[in-house]
């Protein structure tokens, strides 16, 4: 069956290839390093997560004419906050994408390819072919657009129903006619940390995935930051990373941080990830999102007390409300888009030197980093808003050090301040380690899944007073099972075990753990993580 299919379309892309495509302009996007490099300048991508036709009343998947006056208007306060682009999940006309186009900003620009088709369909290859066909006959005239997404959230029960290869084969072929139509310019999917963290984003030309932090599975073991650093280094290529999707919703139920935040605490959450994502060396993110989306509950003229309407940092004071009002969120990150701090990362170590690298916005014309109540660098951002240099520490034995970021205006005046905690040293760093071990290779073979935790710390650092532990079953939107184990700190080899009982129609378990550390103020996580599977049914998907 695979076989012919692969030969179907093989046959409708090559049919493409005899049409002919014009040529678009000449790409000017470069991935290297695991950054994007635009015009020959690297740039951190800083895409607010947004659509057109969502204001209340609207659905933005009904197809009829946009407002565009009022998207110009959204895109120049966007622009005004600090951002530099915009992510979409469905498909901008053209007429959008001028608007886009005109603005200066960047597009991460979403194809809806349903995550809950048949893939192994030739109808549905078909369509979603001919959809991006159809949509990059004129998409591939704008330079605005530098990334496609071409499918958000596909759930791992319905990849093993329809089959991973012939997931694969779709995704293959649609971004192989992408790369012909518009070449240069990168393929990815939005997966979810949550639920797709074990498929090998290598499939695709950057590492793309959506994540919240509602304190369970890897976020609960690792932190939200290492949850991200870990599955790029999961994936070896170091290949640009975006986080497509994060934010909090305030809507006034919830539980678990999806709804019930408050405005404040909405505000404070999404500061502190920022942080997290620059520390887990994430080169683009997407926040979530721009404003309420009342059409989400299916009653767009009435705003629902539903956790999916409520993540927006603008919202509306009623159904005749199509301006909005700019929420506490809204104004913490503005002030935090002024200066973007990629360099130096919290957790981590520096050998003699630590390395400056900050991206700034055009009123900020002086940088400066303090430690120990004195300036150790000053630094002006070129005309491009970036900057860069080095802090020697060269000779100096291993030491804790907080570095205040200050960003000052031509006259003079503070715009924003900011803290990071670093380890330096003269020698290379010995961490303490954390094995995770079980006896299990396949799900088929045992629902019963023994896990062993050995831990050794033969250096300068002080272990925390217990190992979290989770347990991912992958079956919907099923929170992973967390738990806790005390240990003795003063120990420095140890190890203890615990167990889990796969429930029925897991599709595949993942195990995380992790502990803290401390030298002085310097705090960090060490973790270890494991996939298993049912079968042979995920290989031609998931991470080998």
């Not at 979290?468 to 075990?497: C, M, N, V, Y």
Request: hydrophobic share 40%; proline share 5%.
């Amino acid at each position: 069956m695979h076989h012919r299919l692969f030969r179907m379309v093989a046959i409708l892309v090559a049919f493409s290839g005899v049409l002919g495509f014009a040529q678009p302009p000449k790409s000017r996007i470069e991935l290297k390093d695991g950054w994007y490099h635009l015009n020959g300048h690297k740039v951190l991508l800083n895409a607010i997560g947004y659509e057109t036709g969502a204001r209340p009343g609207e659905a933005p998947y009904e197809s009829r004419a946009r407002n565009l006056d009022q998207i110009r208007k959204d895109l120049k306060i966007i622009k005004a906050a600090g951002f530099n682009g915009i992510r979409t999940w469905s498909e901008l006309s053209e007429d959008e994408l001028k608007v886009v186009q005109a603005s200066g900003l960047k597009v991460i620009f979403g194809i809806w390819l349903k995550p809950d088709e048949d893939f192994s369909d030739p109808n549905i290859i078909q369509k979603d072919l001919a959809l991006i066909k159809n949509v990059l006959g004129y998409t591939r005239n704008y330079d605005c657009v530098i990334t496609y997404l071409i499918m958000n959230e596909p759930m791992p029960e319905h990849l093993r129903k329809v089959g991973a290869q012939a997931t694969r084969d779709l995704w293959a072929h649609a971004i192989d006619l992408i790369h012909r139509m518009h070449p240069g310019v990168p393929v990815s999917i939005s997966g979810n940390s949550a639920i797709t963290e074990w498929v090998d984003m290598n499939i695709f030309d950057v590492y793309a995935r959506n994540a919240y932090d509602y304190k369970e599975g890897s976020n609960f073991t690792h932190g939200f930051a290492n949850a991200q650093r870990a599955l790029t280094e999961t994936f070896k290529q170091g290949k640009p990373a975006l986080l497509t999707e994060f934010g909090r919703s305030v809507s006034r139920k919830g539980s678990s941080f999806y709804g019930g935040n408050t405005l404040q605490e909405q505000a404070d959450a999404m500061v502190r990830y920022y942080r997290d994502i620059l520390d887990s060396g994430t080169t683009g993110f997407c926040p979530f999102y721009y404003a309420d989306g009342w059409w989400k509950s299916g009653e767009p003229l009435v705003h629902n007390d539903e956790a999916e309407e409520w993540f927006g940092f603008f919202g509306f004071k009623n159904a005749k409300d199509s301006i909005g009002y700019p929420r506490p969120a809204w104004h913490a990150l503005r002030k935090y888009n002024k200066a973007l701090v990629s360099s130096p990362k919290n957790q981590q170590f520096y050998q003699n030197e630590v390395p400056i690298e900050v991206f700034c916005q055009p009123e900020v014309k002086e940088l400066r980093v303090i430690f120990r109540d004195a300036v150790v660098l000053k630094v002006r951002p070129n005309s491009r808003g970036y900057c860069s240099g080095q802090i020697p520490f060269a000779g100096e034995g291993l030491t804790d050090r907080e570095l205040i970021f200050e960003s000052y205006d031509a006259k003079g005046n503070l715009l924003k301040i900011e803290s990071i905690i670093v380890l330096t040293g003269k020698e290379p760093i010995q961490w303490p380690s954390l094995e995770l071990r079980t006896s299990v290779i396949d799900l088929e073979a045992s629902k019963e899944v023994p896990v062993q935790l050995n831990l050794k710390n033969h250096t300068a650092f002080t272990l925390g007073e217990e190992v979290r532990l989770a347990f991912s079953h992958h079956k919907g939107w099923d929170r992973a099972e967390a738990r806790t184990r005390k240990i003795d700190p003063r120990q420095q080899d140890q190890s203890l075990t615990d167990n889990y009982l796969v429930p029925d129609g897991c599709v595949m378990l993942a195990i995380y753990a992790g502990i803290d550390i401390r030298f002085g103020k310097f705090v960090k996580t060490i973790y270890a993580h494991r996939y298993l599977y049912p079968g042979t049914w995920a290989d031609p998907l998931r991470v080998k």
